[in-house]
Structures are given as structure tokens and as C-alpha cells.
């Protein structure tokens, strides 16, 4: 069974830190694109970041440049996100995914080019 967990969510005060972790189990996901999304209360899932299979591409949404940093480790089939500077409105639930239909492609900010997708966790920034 092919699973994606996501870890390392919390409450955390403005201005500071977290860093989600990734991990796939089942299969690997090195050859493949993956990418973190995110839903807050009320609003539609949205993209947050996206790293090519060897990490040397990454694509962000504009409102989490310079702030997040997205990486992975693929011999650990991992995948993280650091979040830092965080921000009352990044309060979300954060999902990680996976593309795995396209191997050694292009990322993608489109959620349905994914199709392994984490259980979420959440992360709340307080003012």
C-alpha cells in the first residue's frame, strides 16, 4: 500500500518556524515531482510548492516566496517543506503529494496533476 505522511505540523506564533516532513512508503517516489498544497477554513485547496525529481527545480506560489523552502531527500524518500516567517494566513491544513504518472518531468502547480496524496497536517500561526 502506497502511503504519503505528512509530520511536523503545529500551532506556532507569527514571525516563526516550522519544517513538514514528507514520507512515502510503498513505493518510491524519486523519478517523480512532488508538491505540497494547502486548505484553510472555508477556501479551496491551493498550491504552495513543488520540487522536480531531483530537487534542482522547485516552483512556488508568490505569497510563500522567500519564506518556504521546499527539498528532498530521495534516498530517504522524503519530502520537506520549511516554513519560516510564518504568517497568521498560512494557517491551513498541509498536504503532500505526488505525481507519479510522469517520471524525470516538469513540476506542475496544478493539484490534479498529482495523484498520491497525503492525510494533511495542520499548521496554525497565531497573531
Known amino acids: 500500500q502506497v502511503q504519503l505522511v505528512e509530520s511536523g505540523g503545529g500551532l506556532v506564533q507569527a514571525g516563526g518556524s516550522l519544517r513538514l516532513s514528507c514520507a512515502a512508503s510503498?513505493?518510491?517516489?524519486?523519478?517523480?515531482?512532488m508538491g505540497w498544497f494547502r486548505q484553510a477554513p472555508g477556501k479551496e485547496r491551493e498550491f504552495v510548492a513543488a520540487?522536480?525529481?531531483?530537487?534542482?527545480?522547485?516552483y512556488y506560489t508568490d505569497s510563500v516566496k522567500g519564506r518556504f523552502a521546499i527539498s528532498r531527500d530521495n534516498a530517504k524518500n522524503t519530502v520537506y517543506l520549511q516554513m519560516n516567517s510564518l504568517k497568521p494566513e498560512d494557517t491551513a491544513v498541509y498536504y503532500c503529494a505526488a505525481n507519479s504518472r510522469v517520471y524525470y518531468g516538469a513540476i506542475s502547480a496544478d493539484s490534479g496533476e498529482y495523484d498520491y496524496w497525503g492525510q494533511g497536517t495542520q499548521v496554525t500561526v497565531s497573531s
Open positions: 520540487i522536480n525529481w531531483s530537487g534542482t527545480y522547485t
Open positions: 510503498g513505493r518510491t517516489f524519486s523519478s517523480n515531482a
